[in-house]
C-alpha cells in the first residue's frame, strides 16, 4: 500500500499513475485527503483509500506501507517525514520531494532518496536545448543516472555498440531495431532507424555528446 504525505498535484498524480496498474485488491493511499478528486475517473477513485487530516501516522497504516513520499511544500516537514518512515517505522521504499538541490545533497548523505523538481528541471531544460536527438526516460537512484532513448543518427549507422560506450559514464542497455528489443553485443553494429537505450551518468552527459558526435 503506497502512501503519499502532502496535498496537490504532486500528491495525487502519482498515485494516479500507481493505481493503473494494481490489482483490485490493492489501495494507493494518500493522506491527508478529505474529499474525492472531481478529476479522478470513477475507476479511478475505487483504487484510493481517502483518510483524515492529521491522523496520527499508525492510525493512518504507515506501519503497513510498502512505500512513503513526502511531497508537502516543506523541505523540513518532508525529510522529517521520510527519517520517521524509513527509521521508525521501517518502510521500505522512502523518497522526499526538496525544492532546494543542497539540500537534497545533504540529505542523501543521512540516506534519504530524494527528488528535487528544480534540479530535473533545469537538467531537462538543459538536455532539450543542447541536444535534441536524446530523450530522457527515466532517472534512476536520487537522478544520478538517467536511461535515455536515442534515435541512431546517419553517421553511427553502421558503428559498434562499443563505439558508443564509455565505461562507468555511458553505457547501451538495449536497442529497439524493427519493433523488437534486443540485449546488443559489444559488437553489434547500428542500423537505420534504431533506437538505442541508454544508461548514462548525469554528470558524463558531455561525454555522452563526444560519442554521439
Not at 521520510?82 to 527509521?87: E, G, H, Q, S
Not at 543516472?145 to 559498434?160: M, W, Y
Amino acid at each position: 500500500m503506497p502512501g503519499a504525505r502532502g496535498l496537490g498535484q504532486e500528491a495525487q498524480q502519482p498515485a494516479v499513475f500507481l493505481s493503473d496498474g494494481l490489482d483490485p485488491g490493492v489501495t494507493v493511499a494518500i493522506k491527508p485527503i478529505v474529499r474525492e478528486d472531481p478529476g479522478v475517473t470513477a475507476g479511478r477513485q475505487e483504487c484510493f483509500q481517502v483518510r483524515p487530516p492529521r491522523l496520527p501516522a499508525t492510525q493512518a497504516g504507515i506501519q503497513r506501507a510498502d512505500a512513503f513520499a513526502a511531497v508537502t511544500a516543506s523541505d523540513e516537514a518532508n525529510v522529517v517525514a521520510a527519517r520517521l518512515a524509513k527509521n521508525v517505522f521501517r518502510v521500505p521504499r522512502v523518497v522526499a520531494r526538496v525544492y532546494e538541490p543542497r539540500k537534497a545533497e545533504i540529505y542523501r548523505r543521512f540516506g534519504l532518496q530524494t527528488i528535487s523538481p528544480i534540479s530535473l528541471g533545469a537538467e531537462r531544460l538543459a538536455e532539450l536545448i543542447t541536444y535534441s536527438d536524446l530523450d530522457t526516460v527515466f532517472s534512476l537512484g536520487s537522478s544520478e543516472v538517467d536511461i535515455v532513448d536515442l534515435e541512431i543518427p546517419p553517421h553511427l549507422v553502421g558503428r559498434a555498440v562499443k563505439d558508443l560506450t564509455a565505461p562507468g559514464e555511458v553505457h547501451v542497455v538495449a536497442i529497439t531495431r524493427a519493433g523488437k528489443t534486443f540485449l546488443p553485443n559489444p559488437g553489434v553494429a547500428f542500423q537505420a532507424d534504431d533506437l538505442v537505450h541508454l544508461a548514462v551518468l548525469v554528470a558524463a552527459s558531455d561525454r555522452l555528446k563526444s560519442l554521439i558526435r
